[in-house]
């Protein structure tokens, strides 16, 4: 241990190995005396402003129980009378991986130069591979042909497969993606190619263990859009297929790597807010994307597992990652009180109330064969959004409490008056964050107030679908894939968390209960 340089708030000092070991994830490392002061106690477990660092780069989140860290590690630590409980960031060995590890006071310029590394930040770049990725897309709707796109971008993927029950859908698939692709409607054809790398899985949410279960079992890697699955049962048997696998897992929780939340994440990771005691989250529809819901399959709770599985899944995904802990209590209200009342017609070609309805169909998020566009009745693609077999909400919230002790709220609402939008307030001792995700925006208030506000924003405007979140993720995925960075999930209770949240949201909802999650509800085995 030594003092190796001036910076910030005062002094840094190095941390030099050996470091013992604790648990699975976790190592220790001795403080000098001159910091043991400063460090978290039983009565103020959150009181340190210490910081580490491995290359330069901050660790975090800090505070962590010392069973956490060495059960999960992936940076997490906690200065602790006279040591440092910590793990890497890839949960490498720190005496063996060559990485620099640094303790450093937090200064508001930390802040600040924390925001600017998110914002300037770029993934390992993609670069050919020495043989070509070939994919097999399964499930060719508006989501399946995105992300298909997406993928055929970067050089040296190939989409050679195309999957659905729609023959005119596929000729349309060949068609876009090149001559080269095979179509077929039989699943298993692709999945015995022996030449095929990469499963994308973008059919209806209750089909996805059918698909993604016998491509592990295959030996191909799986980009699974969200959420997981519409039950735990199927979730559970994916990741455990996954697992016995040994091939890449990517999940379309492409939130994580939208900058707007990774930015979130390094600050509450560094103890910007202080401890986060209260989280408050909410997603607003615009009325003709939510009214969509109301005609497409999402409708039908069996196929989609209600909306707050299929859409909110998502954000309460994203709550858990950002706080980097699960749920334990939940309790929630919802209903269908817009989308009520006795149709008009069938289907909106047949209603005399099309030209004045706000919720006519327009085909939005779907990709419409030229002959569904020709005639979507007949396809029953443009039912009337009143429908009475329809068993979802329109409206809902839940109130939760974490097992970090952090309580908060969620709200989804498909009747927003012009755009969507997603907002975010978590509210610590030290400060409190308000953002927009669509505005790529958030500004941090100090209880403090000698503190200025700091104001993050996304820059350029670029960005691509989910603010970056896509193209990040596919980056990742398809990297991992090829051998030359960190499978992008690690942890099956990590991956499982944000369904077993949406379902007990909705079990909450329905029976009118309040949910008590244990440990055990988010075992993938045992």
């Known amino acids: 241990m030594s003092t190796n340089r001036e910076a910030g708030a005062g002094k840094t000092w190095s941390l030099a190995p050996p470091f013992r070991r604790a648990g699975a994830m976790g190592w220790i490392a001795d403080l000098p005396t001159e910091l043991h002061g400063l460090t978290d106690t039983n009565q103020e477990p959150y009181r340190s402003q210490l910081r580490l660092f491995e290359n330069g780069r901050p660790l975090g989140p800090p505070h962590c129980l010392h069973e956490t860290i060495e059960r999960l590690g992936r940076g997490r630590y906690s200065f602790w009378q006279g040591v440092v409980y910590f793990s890497s960031a890839d949960n490498s060995d720190p005496n063996v991986n060559g990485h620099a590890y640094a303790v450093a006071l937090a200064s508001a310029r930390d802040v600040e130069r924390l925001f600017e590394d998110v914002s300037a930040s770029e993934r390992a770049p993609w ?15 508006n989501r399946g042909l995105a992300l298909a796109a997406l993928a055929q971008s970067f050089a040296g993927v190939q989409i050679a497969w195309v999957v659905d029950r729609s023959e005119e859908r596929i000729a349309e698939s ?18 015995a190619d022996s030449g095929i790398d990469i499963v994308f899985v973008t059919v209806p949410d209750h089909l996805h263990r059918s698909i993604a279960e016998p491509a592990f079992r295959a030996g191909k890697h799986v980009f699974l859009e969200k959420p997981l699955a519409t039950n735990a049962a199927d979730a559970r048997a994916i990741l455990a297929a996954w697992q016995e696998s040994g091939r890449i897992l990517q999940l379309g929780y492409v ?38 819901f109301m005609r497409r399959w999402h409708a039908q709770s069996s196929q989609s597992g209600g909306l707050m599985v299929h859409k909110a899944s998502h954000d309460l995904d994203i709550i858990c990652w950002l706080l980097e802990t699960r749920p334990s209590t939940v309790s929630s209200f919802g209903g269908l009180d817009v989308f009520v009342g006795p149709p008009p017609a069938p289907f909106c070609s047949q209603c005399d109330r099309r030209p004045i309805c706000p919720y006519v169909d327009t085909g939005l998020h779907e990709r419409r064969t030229p002959a569904e566009a020709a005639d979507p009745s007949a396809y029953g693609l443009d039912l009337c959004v009143f429908r009475t077999d329809k068993d979802i909400v329109d ?64 820059k350029g405007r670029g960005r691509g679908g989910h603010g ?59």
């Open 127 to 141: 670069r050919k591979p020495e043989r070509p990725l070939r994919c097999a897309v399964i499930g060719l709707g």
């Open 468 to 526: 970056g979140g896509d193209r990040i993720t596919m980056i990742e995925f398809l990297n991992a894939c090829a051998g030359r960075a960190p499978a992008p999930v690690v942890d099956a209770q990590e991956a499982i968390r944000g369904l077993i949240f949406a379902l007990a949201a909705e079990r909450a909802r329905r029976e009118e209960i309040v949910v008590r999650l244990e440990p055990g509800d988010f075992a993938v085995s045992g």
């Open 255 to 292: 939130l994580r790597q939208a900058p707007f939340y990774e930015a979130i994440r390094a600050a509450v990771r560094a103890g910007v807010l202080g401890p986060v005691r209260i989280a408050s989250l909410s997603e607003q529809l615009d009325v003709r994307h939510g009214a969509s």
């Open 174 to 191: 060949v068609k876009l993606f090149g001559n080269h692709v095979r179509g077929t409607t039989d699943v298993s054809e692709p999945l």
């Open 395 to 458: 409206n809902q919230v839940v109130s939760f409490v974490l097992d970090n002790g952090v309580r908060g709220t969620f709200y989804l609402a498909m009747q927003g008056p012009r755009r969507g939008e997603r907002r975010i307030a978590l509210i610590g001792d030290d400060a409190r964050l308000d953002g927009v995700f669509e505005v790529g925006r958030f500004t941090i208030a100090f209880t403090d107030p000698e503190r200025e506000p700091l104001v993050w924003a996304i």
